[in-house]
T-cell receptor, first 117, second 112 residues
Framework: GAVVSQHPSWVICKSGTSVKIECRSL??????MFWYRQFPKQSLMLMAT?????????EQGVEKDKFLINHASLTLSTLTVTSAHPEDSSFYIC?????????????FGPGTRLTVL | AQSVTQPDIHITVSEGASLELRCNYS??????LFWYVQSPGQGLQLLLK??????LVQGIKGFEAEFKRSQSSFNLRKPSVHWSDAAEYFC??????????FGKGTRLSVIA
């Protein structure tokens, strides 16, 4: 299978600060990565599609100026939560699209728990 | 519109009993179908996937799923559940470079 990592696994920050979350595909290149948000006991909510070398595509209702996504290389996408507030506290999960061989599968990172005080 | 329905929010089974988790989808084209499992505080792990070919697919941890086009279903099964299978299970549908559409998940509890 394919391995996707996220860093950090958890972060606590003060209201008004910015937090950067990294998503890396460790053993494959991913031109497309996805960022999701998950509230307790709920399913995943797609926030944006991150494409290497181009601007991210945001889902309706997701503030692109608040959730900055950069996909500067084929193995790394970053999500920066700017001016974080307590309502941004959540579990953020990324996935990377693996297109090797006949596969077209999203593999997920372990998630990042963000708590904004 | 694409959608995935997991009718059961929570299922409890006894250890050693068989399991079937239901998934129905609505998709305009031939879908790619996936089952993922999530343990508390963790990311999602791919259990199995269906793209084409044999409609009965085998996955990891002894799971299997059967694609039934006529019923728009992709139910997940396991003949004998272990306590370590307790987790949240998500069915998802997608194709090509479109984002996956997830069901709301089914929480599995396993009792002794």
């Amino acid at each position: 299978g394919a391995v996707v990592s996220q860093h950090p696994s958890w972060v606590i920050c003060k209201s008004g600060t910015s937090v950067k979350i990294e998503c890396r595909s460790l053993d494959f290149q991913a031109t497309t990565m996805f960022w999701y948000r998950q509230f307790p006991k709920q399913s995943l909510m797609l926030m944006a599609t991150s494409n290497e070398g181009s601007k991210a595509t945001y889902e309706q209702g997701v503030e692109k100026d608040k959730f900055l996504i950069n996909h500067a290389s084929l193995t790394l996408s970053t999500l920066t939560v700017t001016s974080a507030h307590p309502e941004d506290s959540s579990f953020y999960i990324c996935s990377a699209r693996d297109l090797r061989g006949s596969s077209d599968t999203q593999y997920f990172g372990p998630g990042t728990r963000l708590t904004v005080l | 519109a694409q959608s995935v329905t997991q009718p059961d929010i929570h299922i409890t089974v006894s250890e050693g009993a068989s399991l079937e988790l239901r998934c129905n989808y609505s998709y305009g084209a031939t879908p790619y179908l996936f089952w993922y499992v999530q343990s508390p505080g963790q990311g999602l792990q791919l259990l199995l996937k269906y793209f084409s070919g044999d409609t009965l697919v085998q996955g990891i941890k002894g799971f299997e799923a059967e694609f039934k086009r006529s019923q728009s279903s992709f139910n997940l099964r396991k003949p004998s559940v272990h306590w370590s299978d307790a987790a949240e299970y998500f069915c998802a549908v997608g194709a090509g470079n479109t984002p996956l559409v997830f069901g709301k998940g089914t929480r599995l509890s396993v009792i002794a």
